[in-house]
């Protein structure tokens, strides 16, 4: 039987890392957010860069015989963070991974507790599993360049398929932008956003879709307990 109330907004989280506050990433944010207002469901931002989150992995946070230490800031986040339906990381490609803020979330805040054979099984956590991952990733360079260069593919196969899979998520979708420098002009951005917009949108629907299907199965079951 379904727990959700009577009234339930879907919650998408938005993880944000760079550390300038007039990014394209910080646009792409904001855009994506907009979007899932306008479809009446919930965006949560962590910016973290402007939070001050601390990427560092402890060595009593790594899953080992004696337990996984859960410090209070990781505690702050999964509080912040519960019952989401949609994790969405967005963050610029530099020296061909995410920054090292991004990858210090994943590995104290959403990996948190996480250990090599849940990964192989995709077990997942209470926190992840079956909810749905999305990637706005942007660079300098060129798409056509780094797609030359394998490295989209890769990164996509090494962060998010990995990460989707070994946590127990639903499903991942991807968008990237090349060639985002300093000093682009509105004409060149808008069309961008729109982008993200529509992504935005796509997943809110697949969100609604689960939802309604879930409602349905619930009621179907309470059907067959009354019969």
């Given at each position: 039987?379904?727990?959700?109330?009577?009234?339930?907004?879907?919650?998408?989280?938005?993880?944000?890392?760079?550390?300038?506050?007039?990014?394209?990433?910080?646009?792409?944010?904001?855009?994506?957010?907009?979007?899932?207002?306008?479809?009446?469901?919930?965006?949560i931002?962590r910016?973290?860069?402007?939070?001050?989150?601390?990427?560092?992995?402890?060595?009593?946070?790594?899953?080992?015989?004696?337990?996984?230490s859960?410090?209070?800031?990781?505690?702050?986040?999964h509080?912040?963070?519960?019952?989401?339906?949609?994790f969405?990381?967005v963050?610029?490609?530099?020296?061909g991974?995410?920054?090292?803020?991004?990858?210090?979330?994943?590995?104290?805040?959403?990996?948190?507790?996480?250990?090599?054979?849940?990964?192989?099984?995709?077990?997942?956590?209470a926190?992840?599993?079956?909810?749905?991952l999305?990637?706005?990733?942007?660079?300098?360079?060129?798409?056509?360049?780094?797609?030359?260069?394998?490295?989209i593919?890769?990164?996509?196969?090494?962060?998010?398929?990995?990460?989707?899979?070994g946590?127990?998520?639903?499903?991942?979708?991807?968008?990237?932008f090349?060639?985002?420098?300093?000093?682009?002009?509105?004409?060149?951005?808008?069309?961008?956003?729109?982008?993200?917009?529509?992504?935005?949108r796509?997943?809110?629907?697949?969100?609604?879709?689960?939802?309604?299907?879930?409602?349905?199965?619930?009621?179907?079951?309470?059907?067959?307990?009354?019969?």
């Open positions: 039987m379904s727990d959700q109330p009577a009234f339930f907004r879907p919650r998408h989280v938005v993880v944000l890392a760079h550390p300038s506050s007039r990014s394209f990433n910080g646009l792409v944010a904001n855009a994506y957010c907009e979007a899932v207002r306008q479809c009446g469901q919930e965006p931002v910016d973290l860069y402007a939070i001050g989150f601390d990427p560092l992995l402890k060595d009593s946070e790594r899953p080992h015989e004696g337990g996984t859960v410090m209070p800031d990781v505690k702050f986040e509080a912040a963070i519960r019952g989401s339906d949609v969405v990381l963050y610029p490609i530099w020296f991974m995410p920054p090292a803020m991004m990858k210090g979330y994943v590995d104290r805040v959403l990996g948190s507790g996480v250990t090599a054979k849940d990964m192989q099984g995709g077990v997942g956590t926190l992840l599993k079956d909810k749905r999305v990637s706005i990733t942007s660079s300098g360079a060129s798409k056509a360049w780094l797609n030359q260069q394998g490295q593919e890769a990164l996509r196969n090494v962060f998010e398929r990995y990460l989707a899979h946590l127990g998520m639903k499903s991942v979708e991807n968008l990237h090349g060639e985002t420098v300093e000093g682009l002009s509105e004409d060149y951005l808008d069309p961008l956003l729109a982008q993200v917009q529509d992504l935005a796509k997943v809110c629907a697949d969100v609604d879709a689960d939802v309604a299907a879930e409602r349905g199965l619930s009621l179907k079951q309470r059907q067959q307990s009354d019969a």
